[in-house]
């Protein structure tokens, strides 16, 4: 057993259960259950250690949708593809799973080699996609590194080029991190850092951006005019800085940079922002320029 993935079965009839687990025993270590609250406990508690989930969609206590619901708008729970199971006729019901996050569909009664195809191509699919997550993260605070996140800006940038859209590109630099390194150690400079990165995280949780660590203490942001004011972002981070424990107050300046001409480079974008911080850097009464 030892090596196989694991698979979640969540449907209410017996059954059904039994028929999958036999299906697929031979390749995958297969949990099961009878309903979605007992679902979403067991993902909470080893959601990482499961590859996909088979899902039934009409169950009693919490159904399908629900459970694809709460997965959704749970980061760590939303990277793990659901196959939902369905009756051959149930179109609107498919198609409504999969508006609500399903990653496939399988009908019943089940067709061996159909369904474990279909599980097997949304496992390595995932997978896929988290090896190249990997590569494109900062491995201490998982943002991302400074090429992959030049590469969505441009992106985005290119696919918004004759669009009334406008962007920002900001730096985000805390202030005498050095300092903070040589008194108290790297090793705390490490948890400021992954600390500050959730503050980033919380204050920009209900817009559109991406954000980077490059260097050692400087984060960069991209997001569309409007989604911020920064004042408010400013006041927020710095309240939130707070709350870390050290006997030094952590201190953070922003340097913005509006994007008005999509054909420069997004490195030099970068670089604007970075500037813009930088000529406050010794300026006590200004927190951004």
């Not at 979605?36 to 206590?61: F, H, R, T, W, Y």
């Not at 991302?144 to 969505?152: E, G, L, P, V």
């Not at 202030?175 to 150690?185: E, H, M, Q």
């Not at 919380?202 to 004011?229: C, E, P, S």
Request: charged residues 30%; contains cysteine.
């Amino acid at each position: 057993m030892e090596g196989k993935r694991q698979i979640l079965v969540v449907d209410d009839q017996a059954v059904n259960r039994k028929i999958l687990c036999k299906m697929l025993q031979e390749n995958y270590r297969v949990m099961s259950c009878s309903n979605g609250e007992e679902a979403l406990e067991l993902l909470k508690k080893s959601g990482d250690q499961i590859s996909a989930v088979l899902l039934d969609i009409m169950m009693p206590v919490m159904d399908g949708y629900e459970v694809l619901e709460i997965m959704h708008k749970d980061s760590s729970l939303s990277r793990i593809p659901v196959l939902v199971t369905s009756q051959s006729d149930e179109e609107e019901s498919e198609l409504k799973a999969l508006n609500f996050g399903a990653s496939d569909f399988v009908s019943k009664p089940y067709k061996k080699d159909v369904l474990k195809k279909r599980l097997l191509n949304l496992i390595e699919r995932r997978e896929a996609t988290e090896a190249v997550d990997v590569l494109e993260r900062d491995p201490l605070t998982n943002l991302y590194n400074k090429q992959a996140f030049c590469h969505k800006v441009h992106s985005v940038l290119h696919r918004n080029a004759n669009s009334d859209k406008r962007y920002l590109m900001a730096a985000f630099d805390v202030v005498n991190f050095k300092l903070i390194n040589d008194t108290y150690g790297t090793a705390e400079g490490d948890n400021l850092l992954k600390f500050v990165s959730g503050v980033l995280k919380q204050v920009l949780a209900d817009t559109k951006h991406y954000t980077a660590r490059v260097y050692a203490d400087q984060f960069l942001i991209f997001i569309q005019q409007g989604q911020i004011h920064v004042n408010e972002f400013m006041e927020k981070s710095s309240k939130l800085l707070l709350e870390y424990p050290l006997d030094m107050k952590v201190n953070v300046k922003l340097g913005i940079y509006e994007i008005t001409d999509h054909k420069v480079a997004v490195n030099a974008m970068c670089d604007r922002a970075v500037i813009a911080g930088n000529s406050i850097k010794d300026n006590f009464d200004r927190s951004y320029a």
